[in-house]
């Protein structure tokens, strides 16, 4: 309803003919409203706590190699050190970061994370980066941080 037609809502006169074009009280669509509930829910049961959180260790890690991985088009062989060590880690980014690229970059790794074989080759590690669309962004230090330093 306008304004305009608020301020004459009065001047009905008897008799006069009356059209509502939208419901005034719509009915409650109560599987919306279950669908909503359920999404929360699920939204609740993927939090974590801080002791969670403290279980993942970050550190700064510099890619020394990089290859593509032979017949996949998104995945690459990184050797990267983390400062005590050089681990080969696996990564889905070369439709972004092409090996030469890559090479010599400081990124952000997860270094706790449990070995996974990709494509027949041990990954010891997984590269944090943001997505947004067809974007894709490694994270990295912005200050010029050695090889191991601690993410917190």
């Known amino acids: 309803m306008t304004l305009e037609r608020a301020n004459t809502f009065f001047d009905l006169k008897p008799g006069s003919v ?6 005034i009280f719509p009915r409650i669509d109560r599987k919306a409203i279950e669908k909503k509930n359920n999404k929360l829910a699920k939204e609740e049961d993927n939090l974590i706590d801080i002791s969670d959180f403290a279980k993942v260790r970050l ?3 510099e890619v020394l190699e990089a ?3 032979e017949g996949a088009d998104r995945l690459l062989k990184l050797q990267v050190n983390v400062g005590a ?3 080969q880690v ?3 980014v070369a439709e972004h970061y092409p090996p030469e690229k890559i090479k010599g970059m400081k990124v952000i790794l997860v270094a706790n994370l449990k070995p996974a074989t990709i494509r027949g080759i041990e990954s010891n590690g997984m590269l944090l980066a943001a997505k947004k669309g067809k974007k894709l ?3 990295t230090p ?3 941080l050695p090889a191991g330093a601690k993410v917190s």
């Open 59 to 61: 550190v700064v890690a």
């Open 67 to 69: 290859d593509k991985v």
């Open 137 to 139: 962004t490694l994270l």
């Open 142 to 144: 912005s200050d010029d």
């Open 90 to 92: 696996v990564a889905g």
């Open 85 to 87: 060590e050089t681990r």
């Open 18 to 23: 009356v059209q509502i074009e939208e419901s």
